[in-house]
């Protein structure tokens, strides 16, 4: 499955904690923090020949790499410990990676890197789950301009994060000291509400393939959260340090720092 270039090992060698992927298409980089950033929707890449999809989402979620980018960066400097991240170069017209591999391509030469992108996800969530079996968490990182003042959760309404939700209740999610309540005391408009008693989502934005597929409502996932960020809150360049402090702040809270 890791069959290994020499020159992506190269690559790889020159990047701390970055890893060979079997694409050029997919970054993938290694860290020590129980956690996990999935960035799906912010390549520009072409694949091949692979001609631009006709059905289906094709727009990119502009800023959302150099965000999960410096989340990690400054969750360096707060904690000394990097969060794992896996980012798709390749662009959303040619290979959505958030769908399931039945709807995410239409030419049978996309599959290739969408399996390279998912082997990618799947070994640092298997990973992680030997190294925290306490728990991990993915965050699968997008951006809308339905509303772009607001940021959404999706989790299928706290599915996919059943073991948090049934180690710590619904306040782990939706809490002042969840990374959604995190967001909510910076300012930010989110959606559910903080303190919401009930876990209903936004239906566009309840979580896709992603945090479906790896989340810990499957015997085999970690705790998953899809955020999707508002196109005015994506140009602030405050997002990222705000962002970074609500991660911080449910990490301590929840106990994932603990030696
Ligand atoms: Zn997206």
């Keep these: 499955m890791h069959r290994r270039s020499l020159i992506l090992a190269s690559v790889a ?4 904690g970055a890893v060979a992927a079997d ?12 956690l996990l950033l999935t960035v799906p929707h912010d390549g520009d890449e072409s694949i091949g020949s692979v001609p631009v999809r006709t059905v289906g989402a094709t727009v990119r979620d502009l ?9 990690a960066s400054l969750l360096e400097q707060k904690l000394k410990a990097r969060p794992r991240l896996v980012i798709a170069k390749f662009s959303r017209k040619y290979l959505d990676a958030n769908r399931a591999e039945q709807d995410a391509m239409q030419s049978p030469e996309a599959l290739p890197t969408y399996q390279a ?16 079996p306490q728990g991990a968490l993915l965050l ?3 951006g809308q301009s339905e509303d772009p003042n607001t940021t959404f959760r999706g989790t299928r309404a706290g599915l996919t994060v059943k073991a948090l939700v049934q180690k710590h209740g619904i306040e782990a999610i939706q809490g002042e000291k969840s990374i959604l309540g ?11 509400s903080l303190g919401s008693v009930s876990l209903e989502e936004d239906r566009r934005f309840a979580g896709g393939h992603t945090v479906f ?6 015997p085999q996932g970690i705790d998953a959260i899809q955020f999707e960020f508002g196109k005015n809150q994506r140009a602030s360049w405050s997002l990222a340090e705000h962002f970074a402090e609500a991660i911080t702040t449910f990490l301590n809270h929840y106990g994932y720092l603990a030696k």
Aim: proline share 8%; net charge positive; hydrophobic share 40%.
């Design 13 to 16: 060698a020159a990047l701390p």
């Design 117 to 132: 992108y998912h082997a990618e996800v799947a070994r640092h969530v298997s990973e992680l789950r030997v190294a925290f």
């Design 140 to 142: 699968d990182i997008h």
């Design 213 to 218: 597929f790896y989340g810990s409502h499957r």
């Design 63 to 71: 800023g959302t790499r150099p965000l999960a980018e410096k989340v």
């Design 182 to 192: 995190g967001l909510a005391s910076k300012g930010y408009n989110v959606n559910p």
């Design 23 to 34: 694409s050029p298409l997919v970054a993938s980089l290694g860290g020590s923090l129980p």
